[in-house]
């Protein structure tokens, strides 16, 4: 008999002992899972943070006659549909409505895909000053908005954009945020070596940003993009000094709905709620989506 032939006794387990996970395994599973004082906390936090647009609509609800009351209500009317049909009118949110989608959606689309190309600029391109334009770049963010708003309307004046929407995007196109935002995720997101590697492939820069930097930069991307259409619909000063009633977007609606003798409260709050319905119509649509973006580059990194 050759010694190949040769066959070892293989140890039994021993009685009593079950093959499974390791105690460190088990005890990193345990953790995962979330004990009841978490729930409370959770739920607090919750509640605390629905208050507000709940009392909203509780507002949207009565009259204004019994909002003036006390204690105020704290449960829902039966007036919520006839006060919203009133501020839908008085207000004109009809084509608020749509201007605010386009204004909103234009923002986005172009904040996100400039921001996303600068940001790959200055995390993974070198050229020359570069560290000087980054620092320019952030240092636009100290600068408050008030103090460009007569020079911004000279300049959209002289081009004749007057109460048009272009004159709401235009100044908004790409912010300072967006692309440090962008660089900073881009730094540890995306290897060099993926872009050398695609570069020695015989990719276009055009092909490499398209195929590399996008598709590691969606998670970023997707929450960019739902906080600039969040201030982008709820942007207020510069549209009500652009714009006017004829031509507005849903703030600037909303505004007409107090310049009464006696401002009609439960009028206003139904207008409040109606301008917030399409973000949070959009956060249950696309929410599940960006969440799962997020934790898809937090495994991934």
Do not use: C
């Not at 900073?184 to 590697?197: F, T």
């Not at 259409?229 to 031509?247: C, S, T």
């Amino acid at each position: 008999m050759t010694t190949s032939e040769l066959t070892l006794p293989q140890a039994e387990p021993q009685a009593g002992k079950k093959r499974g996970p390791s105690r460190r395994v088990m005890g990193a599973g345990k953790q995962l899972h979330a004990g009841p004082v978490t729930y409370l906390v959770l739920a607090v936090f919750a509640l605390v943070s629905l208050a507000p647009l709940v009392w909203t609509a509780i507002a949207a609800s009565r009259t204004d006659h019994r909002l003036a009351e006390t204690p105020p209500p704290l449960w829902f009317g039966g007036n919520l549909f006839k006060n919203m049909q009133t501020a839908w009118d008085e207000a004109g949110l009809g084509t608020a409505m749509l201007n605010s989608v386009i204004v909103a959606g234009a923002i986005t689309i172009s904040t996100v895909l400039f921001s996303t190309l600068a940001g790959f600029a200055f995390a993974k391109l070198r050229f020359r000053f570069s560290g000087f334009l980054l620092l320019l770049t952030i240092g636009t963010m100290m600068i408050p908005p008030q103090l460009a708003v007569v020079p911004l309307y000279l300049w959209m004046a002289d081009l004749g954009w007057s109460n048009q929407l272009q004159t709401v995007i235009l100044p908004t196109l790409v912010t300072a945020f967006g692309t440090f935002f962008m660089r900073q995720y881009l730094v540890q997101a995306l290897p060099s070596e993926l872009i050398e590697a695609a570069r020695v492939d015989g990719a276009s820069s055009i092909r490499v940003v398209w195929h590399v930097v996008f598709p590691a930069a969606r998670p970023a991307m997707a929450v960019l993009g739902l906080l600039t259409f969040v201030f982008a619909w709820n942007d207020f000063l510069w549209p009500i000094i652009a714009l006017n009633q004829q031509n507005p977007t849903v703030q600037v609606a909303l505004n007409s709905l107090g310049t009464g003798y006696v401002p009609d409260q439960a009028v206003i709050m139904a207008g409040a709620f109606l301008g917030t319905l399409p973000l949070l119509i959009a956060f249950i649509l696309f929410g599940k989506q960006i969440v799962g973006g997020i934790m898809q580059g937090a495994i991934k990194g």
